[in-house]
């Protein structure tokens, strides 16, 4: 094979193998949203926003908490515990009790899940109807906001990264060249008396 037809296939595999297997090390991305009861007058507790995960740790934090910014995520172990790990799909929770950290107008909140919350009605023969849930919570740093509510995680639709893209163009017209040159090889083959 000519070394023109040989470096065009090359390029088609390389461009197509760059299409086909993308960056592995790309973060995965999900809208978040929570809403939390306080304990008291004081009602809902609840944020939205975005996050990235790296490895199914969150690295990357924005939105809203009880409409104020969110100015940053805190590093694993900063407060109250947190490891800043979402588990996705959540298997039951998508949070573990040490959950992710993060700063409002330079106050700390940390959201957290897998808390257990046992309720029975207990009288003079014991205690019966006892069960389980499974809560969300979020806390700051003086305690003066400590609620359970619900945490839901949804996957934003991956979109192709450019160099993915920018490599289509020439796997393309490495197909290309390689029909062209199959076909002018045809043409030029001497036909059959």
């Known amino acids: 094979m000519p070394l023109r037809a040989r470096v065009v296939c090359y390029l ?7 299409v086909t297997f993308p960056n592995a090390s790309k973060a995965d991305s999900f809208d978040w949203s ?9 009602g809902l507790n ?4 975005e996050l990235s995960t790296t490895n199914g740790i969150i690295t990357e934090l924005s939105g809203t908490f009880d409409g104020l910014a969110i100015t940053g995520l805190l590093a ?19 949070l573990t009790l040490g959950g992710f950290s993060f700063l409002v107008e330079g106050a700390e909140f940390n959201l957290y899940g897998g808390v257990v919350d046992t309720t029975c009605t207990c009288g003079p023969s014991g205690c019966f109807d006892c069960f389980t849930t499974n809560v969300y919570g979020s806390t700051n740093a003086d305690g003066s906001i400590a609620d359970s509510g619900d945490f839901t995680v949804t996957p934003n639709i991956a979109t192709p990264e450019p160099s993915s893209i920018a490599m289509l163009f ?16 045809a043409h030029a083959l001497p036909s059959g008396s």
């Open 12 to 18: 088609a595999i390389i461009g197509l193998a760059c």
């Open 34 to 42: 929570y809403q939390g009861t306080l304990p008291g007058p004081s």
């Open 46 to 49: 609840f944020g939205s926003g």
């Open 76 to 94: 694993p172990g900063s407060f109250a515990g947190n490891d800043n790990v979402l588990i996705f799909p959540a298997a039951p929770w998508f």
């Open 170 to 185: 020439p796997t393309l017209l490495g197909f290309a060249l390689i029909l062209a040159w199959k076909r002018s090889k």
